[in-house]
């Protein structure tokens, strides 16, 4: 079992920055692949960012490439997503997810642990 709690969360304005954490306990973090996800009111899940077990690979959704920045710590255990010149349309709740691995990126299926998420909200 993994166990994931997220935190940053907040209500911020229009083009600025945000950074949100991801604490894991339980299993083995270093042999997880982690990812965040997001989710707008009536729309559904939508990936965001994944990040290799060192943090070596990561992948993006095209819609936050070059504003969005995930990484790791492995020595504590959390996975970040620094979140720069943020728009109306990032509002969401933010959800990270740890992956066992097998394709890379996995896919939404392959997450097997979930967080509990954290409510990002953007003024104009």
């Known amino acids: 079992q993994v166990q994931l709690v997220e935190s940053g969360g907040g209500l911020v304005q229009a083009g600025t920055s945000l950074r949100l954490s991801c604490a894991a306990s339980?299993?083995?973090?270093?042999?997880?692949?982690m990812g965040w996800f997001r989710q707008a009111p009536g729309k559904e899940r939508e990936f965001v960012a994944a990040?290799?077990?060192?943090?070596?690979?990561?992948y993006y959704t095209d819609s936050v490439k070059g504003r969005f920045t995930i990484s790791r710590d492995n020595a504590k255990n959390t996975v970040y997503l620094q979140m720069n010149s943020l728009k109306p349309e990032d509002t969401a709740v933010y959800y990270c997810?740890?992956?066992?691995?097998?394709?890379?990126?996995?896919?939404?299926?392959?997450?097997?642990?979930w967080g509990q998420g954290t409510q990002v909200t953007v003024s104009s």
């Open positions: 339980g299993r083995t973090f270093s042999n997880y692949v």
């Open positions: 990040i290799s077990w060192s943090g070596g690979s990561t």
């Open positions: 997810a740890a992956s066992r691995g097998g394709n890379w990126p996995p896919r939404t299926y392959e997450y097997g642990y």
